[in-house]
């Protein structure tokens, strides 16, 4: 059995855990098209595709947003950096004719889940039970064994409280689940492609 932080750890080691005990990172997957359209969808410059590992970043973004992205499966998994759109239409544009997860751990907890252009689900991952979407409890089957509700000292109506890393690393097992692959060392340590906005 897994350590219930192993996925959260993985990231951590390579520098996606943020300040203090909140992680830091927002992760995008769509499935069926490469890193060239996710970043066409999202307003990225395809011709700005620079082909680097985790270590090879620093300073190639110049300050500007940046997605990193590479195949992961029969999806494109996408790490977004300094990436802050006004609003979550983004989802519904970007999803139109596929699949799209977004989880975003970086400002706040959020999942999102979209099919063809419709937020399906839509959650909070610090308080799951606020849900949203066309069909909110469209995950719960893949959801279950899995623990987001985080440790809020002060909140006494919380009654199944768990850790950040804990939650952390139950979004990314769900993006397993949902896209069958887990985010792993594999993926990570290799080459993709970084594109700038």
């Known amino acids: 059995m897994p350590k219930p932080t192993d996925l959260y750890d993985q990231l ?18 769509a499935e069926g098209m490469g890193g060239n359209e996710l970043a066409r969808r999202l307003g990225a410059d395809p011709a700005s595709a ?37 609003d979550f239409s983004w989802i519904q544009e970007a999803s139109r004719g596929t699949r799209l997860l977004n989880i975003q751990c970086a400002g706040g907890h959020r999942l999102d889940w979209a099919v063809d252009g419709v937020t399906v689900v839509g959650l909070n991952l610090v308080w799951p039970s606020e849900r949203f979407g066309a069909d909110p409890t ?3 089957q893949l959801m279950r064994d899995l623990h987001f509700q985080l440790d809020e000292p002060a909140d006494i109506f919380n009654e199944d409280p768990t850790t950040v890393e804990v939650g952390v690393t139950s979004a990314l097992r769900l993006a397993g689940r949902l896209t069958g692959r887990e985010i792993d060392a594999g993926w990570l340590d290799r080459t993709h492609s970084l594109y700038l906005f």
Do not use: K
Request: proline fraction near 3%; hydrophobic fraction near 50%; charged fraction near 15%.
């Open 12 to 29: 951590a080691t390579r520098g996606f855990d943020g300040a203090a005990e909140y992680p830091g990172f927002h992760i995008v997957w």
């Open 138 to 140: 469209a995950l719960d």
């Open 50 to 86: 620079y082909r680097c590992g985790l270590d090879g970043m620093a300073g190639l973004g110049g300050g500007r947003a940046s997605m990193w992205a590479g195949a992961a499966g029969g999806w494109v998994q996408a790490f977004m950096f300094d990436w802050f759109p006004n």
